[in-house]
Protein backbone atom coordinates (compact mmCIF):
# COMPACT_ATOMS: atom_id res chain seq x y z
CA UNK A 1 0.00 0.00 0.00
CA UNK A 2 2.79 2.61 0.74
CA UNK A 3 4.45 1.35 -2.40
CA UNK A 4 1.15 2.30 -4.15
CA UNK A 5 0.54 5.79 -2.57
CA UNK A 6 4.06 6.60 -3.32
CA UNK A 7 3.69 6.20 -6.85
CA UNK A 8 0.14 8.60 -6.89
CA UNK A 9 1.54 11.33 -5.35
CA UNK A 10 4.75 11.61 -6.95
CA UNK A 11 2.49 10.88 -10.48
CA UNK A 12 0.02 13.92 -9.34
CA UNK A 13 2.66 16.15 -7.33
CA UNK A 14 5.71 16.91 -9.85
CA UNK A 15 6.36 19.51 -11.65
CA UNK A 16 5.35 18.48 -15.22
CA UNK A 17 2.19 18.18 -13.54
CA UNK A 18 1.54 21.20 -12.13
CA UNK A 19 2.12 23.08 -15.17
CA UNK A 20 -0.08 20.94 -17.23
CA UNK A 21 -2.62 21.88 -14.06
CA UNK A 22 -1.86 25.49 -14.69
CA UNK A 23 -2.34 25.11 -18.75
CA UNK A 24 -5.71 23.80 -18.29
CA UNK A 25 -6.88 25.99 -16.23
CA UNK A 26 -6.11 28.98 -18.74
CA UNK A 27 -8.27 26.77 -20.98
CA UNK A 28 -11.42 26.59 -18.75
CA UNK A 29 -10.61 30.65 -18.36
CA UNK A 30 -10.62 30.55 -21.59
CA UNK A 31 -13.89 28.47 -22.18
CA UNK A 32 -15.69 31.08 -19.64
CA UNK A 33 -14.88 33.89 -21.51
CA UNK A 34 -12.29 34.92 -18.87
CA UNK A 35 -9.93 35.82 -21.06
CA UNK A 36 -7.80 38.20 -19.24
CA UNK A 37 -7.26 35.68 -16.49
CA UNK A 38 -6.14 33.02 -19.13
CA UNK A 39 -3.59 35.17 -20.24
CA UNK A 40 -1.64 35.29 -16.82
CA UNK A 41 -2.19 31.29 -16.37
CA UNK A 42 -0.54 30.66 -19.24
CA UNK A 43 2.62 32.70 -18.11
CA UNK A 44 2.38 31.23 -14.89
CA UNK A 45 2.40 28.22 -16.44
CA UNK A 46 5.32 28.70 -18.83
CA UNK A 47 7.26 30.80 -16.22
CA UNK A 48 7.14 27.11 -14.05
CA UNK A 49 7.68 25.42 -16.65
CA UNK A 50 11.06 27.72 -17.62
CA UNK A 51 12.35 27.31 -14.26
CA UNK A 52 12.46 23.82 -13.93
CA UNK A 53 14.34 23.17 -16.75
CA UNK A 54 17.19 25.55 -16.21
CA UNK A 55 20.72 24.55 -14.82
CA UNK A 56 20.24 27.46 -12.41
CA UNK A 57 17.79 25.61 -10.55
CA UNK A 58 19.25 22.33 -10.74
CA UNK A 59 22.50 24.13 -9.40
CA UNK A 60 20.65 25.00 -6.27
CA UNK A 61 17.76 22.52 -5.26
CA UNK A 62 20.07 19.46 -6.29
CA UNK A 63 23.20 21.08 -4.39
CA UNK A 64 21.25 21.47 -1.57
CA UNK A 65 20.75 17.75 -1.11
CA UNK A 66 24.58 16.65 -2.21
CA UNK A 67 25.93 19.32 0.28
CA UNK A 68 26.13 17.42 3.56
CA UNK A 69 27.84 14.34 1.07
CA UNK A 70 30.60 15.53 -0.40
CA UNK A 71 32.78 13.03 -2.32
CA UNK A 72 35.07 11.09 -0.03
CA UNK A 73 37.86 9.28 -1.06
CA UNK A 74 37.48 5.30 -0.52
CA UNK A 75 40.62 4.78 1.20
CA UNK A 76 39.42 7.00 4.06
CA UNK A 77 36.02 4.99 4.76
CA UNK A 78 36.19 2.58 7.35
CA UNK A 79 35.89 -1.03 6.91
CA UNK A 80 32.36 -2.27 6.96
CA UNK A 81 30.91 -6.20 7.46
CA UNK A 82 29.11 -5.30 3.78
CA UNK A 83 28.42 -2.73 0.98
CA UNK A 84 24.92 -1.96 0.41
CA UNK A 85 24.75 -0.45 -3.35
CA UNK A 86 20.95 0.72 -3.59
CA UNK A 87 19.20 0.25 -7.64
CA UNK A 88 18.60 2.68 -9.96
CA UNK A 89 21.75 4.04 -11.09
CA UNK A 90 21.31 0.95 -14.04
CA UNK A 91 18.92 -0.49 -16.49
CA UNK A 92 18.77 -4.02 -17.63
CA UNK A 93 16.50 -7.12 -18.20
CA UNK A 94 16.89 -10.98 -19.66
CA UNK A 95 16.43 -9.41 -22.89
CA UNK A 96 19.77 -7.39 -23.29
CA UNK A 97 23.14 -9.19 -22.96
CA UNK A 98 24.25 -6.26 -21.21
CA UNK A 99 23.27 -3.74 -18.63
CA UNK A 100 22.77 -0.08 -19.53
CA UNK A 101 24.23 2.38 -17.70
CA UNK A 102 22.44 5.68 -16.39
CA UNK A 103 22.97 8.68 -15.24
CA UNK A 104 23.59 6.70 -11.68
CA UNK A 105 25.56 4.29 -12.34
CA UNK A 106 28.64 5.83 -10.56
CA UNK A 107 26.70 3.73 -7.65
CA UNK A 108 27.81 0.36 -9.08
CA UNK A 109 31.64 1.52 -10.12
CA UNK A 110 31.67 3.34 -6.30
CA UNK A 111 30.67 -0.32 -4.97
CA UNK A 112 33.11 -1.87 -6.78
CA UNK A 113 35.86 0.72 -5.68
CA UNK A 114 35.43 -0.02 -1.86
CA UNK A 115 35.38 -3.99 -2.78
CA UNK A 116 38.81 -3.55 -4.48
CA UNK A 117 40.50 -1.61 -1.36
CA UNK A 118 38.92 -4.08 0.97
CA UNK A 119 36.49 -2.31 2.85
CA UNK A 120 34.13 -5.69 2.82
CA UNK A 121 34.21 -8.97 1.12
CA UNK A 122 30.05 -8.37 0.68
CA UNK A 123 28.52 -6.32 -1.76
CA UNK A 124 24.78 -6.67 -1.58
CA UNK A 125 22.69 -4.41 -4.72
CA UNK A 126 19.00 -4.21 -3.79
CA UNK A 127 16.30 -3.83 -5.98
CA UNK A 128 13.90 -5.80 -8.66
CA UNK A 129 15.98 -6.16 -11.57
CA UNK A 130 19.58 -5.36 -10.13
CA UNK A 131 20.65 -9.21 -10.82
CA UNK A 132 19.99 -7.71 -14.54
CA UNK A 133 21.46 -4.30 -14.09
CA UNK A 134 24.01 -3.80 -11.55
CA UNK A 135 25.80 -7.10 -11.07
CA UNK A 136 26.92 -7.97 -14.61
CA UNK A 137 28.43 -4.35 -14.07
CA UNK A 138 30.00 -5.61 -10.74
CA UNK A 139 31.28 -8.82 -12.33
CA UNK A 140 33.21 -6.89 -15.47
CA UNK A 141 34.80 -4.72 -13.19
CA UNK A 142 36.24 -7.90 -11.66
CA UNK A 143 33.98 -8.18 -8.47
CA UNK A 144 33.96 -11.95 -7.99
CA UNK A 145 30.36 -13.41 -8.34
CA UNK A 146 30.58 -15.15 -4.75
CA UNK A 147 30.96 -11.89 -3.19
CA UNK A 148 27.94 -10.58 -4.83
CA UNK A 149 24.61 -11.02 -2.88
CA UNK A 150 21.33 -9.80 -4.51
CA UNK A 151 18.17 -8.32 -2.45
CA UNK A 152 15.40 -8.39 -5.20
CA UNK A 153 12.58 -7.47 -3.64
CA UNK A 154 12.81 -3.90 -3.23
CA UNK A 155 10.54 -1.43 -5.11
CA UNK A 156 11.88 1.88 -3.39
CA UNK A 157 13.77 3.42 -0.61
CA UNK A 158 11.47 1.91 2.21
CA UNK A 159 11.67 -1.28 0.56
CA UNK A 160 15.28 -1.19 0.01
CA UNK A 161 15.96 -0.77 4.17
CA UNK A 162 13.61 -3.19 5.57
CA UNK A 163 14.76 -5.89 2.79
CA UNK A 164 18.38 -4.80 3.37
CA UNK A 165 18.82 -5.51 6.89
CA UNK A 166 16.95 -9.25 6.83
CA UNK A 167 19.95 -10.33 4.22
CA UNK A 168 22.60 -8.60 6.15
CA UNK A 169 21.34 -10.01 9.40
CA UNK A 170 21.41 -13.45 7.75
CA UNK A 171 24.61 -13.70 5.90
CA UNK A 172 27.42 -11.61 8.18
CA UNK A 173 28.15 -13.73 11.41
CA UNK A 174 30.40 -11.50 13.49
CA UNK A 175 30.08 -13.11 16.67
CA UNK A 176 27.66 -11.18 19.47
CA UNK A 177 27.46 -8.37 16.85
CA UNK A 178 23.80 -7.07 16.94
CA UNK A 179 24.65 -4.18 14.77
CA UNK A 180 26.45 -5.05 11.40
CA UNK A 181 28.62 -2.03 9.66
CA UNK A 182 27.34 -1.49 6.17
CA UNK A 183 28.64 1.03 3.58
CA UNK A 184 25.57 2.44 2.14
CA UNK A 185 26.32 3.84 -1.59
CA UNK A 186 23.80 5.70 -3.59
CA UNK A 187 23.89 8.97 -5.08
CA UNK A 188 24.57 12.28 -2.88
CA UNK A 189 21.28 13.78 -3.63
CA UNK A 190 19.27 10.37 -2.17
CA UNK A 191 21.20 9.65 0.56
CA UNK A 192 19.50 11.86 2.57
CA UNK A 193 16.25 9.93 2.56
CA UNK A 194 18.37 6.78 2.06
CA UNK A 195 19.94 7.25 5.63
CA UNK A 196 16.81 8.53 7.16
CA UNK A 197 15.06 5.00 6.25
CA UNK A 198 18.43 2.67 7.45
CA UNK A 199 18.91 4.51 10.45
CA UNK A 200 15.48 2.88 11.86
CA UNK A 201 17.08 -0.67 11.13
CA UNK A 202 19.72 -2.90 13.33
CA UNK A 203 22.54 -1.64 10.79
CA UNK A 204 24.98 0.99 11.04
CA UNK A 205 25.32 2.86 8.30
CA UNK A 206 28.45 4.67 6.92
CA UNK A 207 27.32 6.97 4.02
CA UNK A 208 29.66 6.31 0.85
CA UNK A 209 28.36 8.82 -1.58
CA UNK A 210 28.58 8.87 -4.71
CA UNK A 211 26.90 10.49 -8.33
CA UNK A 212 27.67 14.40 -7.18
CA UNK A 213 26.06 15.83 -10.71
CA UNK A 214 24.69 18.86 -8.95
CA UNK A 215 27.41 19.97 -6.94
CA UNK A 216 29.42 19.91 -10.55
CA UNK A 217 27.30 22.00 -12.01
CA UNK A 218 27.50 24.25 -9.03
CA UNK A 219 30.99 24.48 -9.26
CA UNK A 220 31.28 25.30 -12.74
CA UNK A 221 29.36 28.87 -11.90
CA UNK A 222 26.26 30.60 -13.80
CA UNK A 223 26.38 31.56 -16.79
CA UNK A 224 23.64 32.54 -19.24
CA UNK A 225 22.98 29.77 -20.46
CA UNK A 226 22.18 28.44 -17.16
CA UNK A 227 19.04 30.09 -17.45
CA UNK A 228 17.83 28.75 -20.68
CA UNK A 229 15.45 25.59 -20.63
CA UNK A 230 16.39 22.21 -21.97
CA UNK A 231 14.91 18.68 -21.37
CA UNK A 232 17.34 16.82 -19.65
CA UNK A 233 17.97 19.93 -16.70
CA UNK A 234 13.85 19.23 -16.50
CA UNK A 235 13.43 15.82 -16.01
CA UNK A 236 16.76 16.31 -13.34
CA UNK A 237 14.79 19.10 -11.46
CA UNK A 238 11.70 16.97 -11.73
CA UNK A 239 13.90 14.22 -9.67
CA UNK A 240 15.18 16.13 -6.96
CA UNK A 241 11.75 17.94 -6.41
CA UNK A 242 10.44 14.11 -6.52
CA UNK A 243 13.70 13.43 -3.60
CA UNK A 244 12.66 16.31 -1.53
CA UNK A 245 9.43 15.64 -1.74
CA UNK A 246 10.01 11.85 -0.26
CA UNK A 247 11.99 12.89 2.30
CA UNK A 248 9.05 15.30 3.60
CA UNK A 249 6.37 12.45 2.94
CA UNK A 250 8.47 10.17 5.09
CA UNK A 251 9.07 12.46 7.81
CA UNK A 252 5.40 13.25 8.04
CA UNK A 253 4.58 9.46 7.93
CA UNK A 254 7.08 8.61 10.61
CA UNK A 255 6.50 11.33 12.84
CA UNK A 256 2.57 10.15 13.03
CA UNK A 257 3.16 6.39 13.30
CA UNK A 258 6.84 6.35 15.24
CA UNK A 259 9.64 4.20 14.46
CA UNK A 260 8.08 1.08 15.30
Known amino acids: ?77 PAADAIVVLGGGMGGNTNFPYAEMWSSADRAWHAAR ?28 GVPRDAIHVENQARNTEENARFVESLVMSLVKSGNQSEPTVLLVTSAWHMQRALFMFKRTRLKCVPAATDHEASICR ?10 PSPDLFSR ?18 SIIGDG
Not at 115 to 140: C, F, M, N, Q
Not at 219 to 228: E, P, Q, S, V, Y
Open 1 to 77: MSFLVNRIVSTLVNPFAIGLFFLFLSIAFILKKKNRLAFWVNVVAILWLWIWATQALYSVIGYQLERRYPPVPVEHL
Open 114 to 141: LYHVGKARLIIPSGTLEEYATVPLLLDL
Open 219 to 228: DRGLTWNAFF
Open 237 to 254: NSMMFKEWLGFFLYRVKY
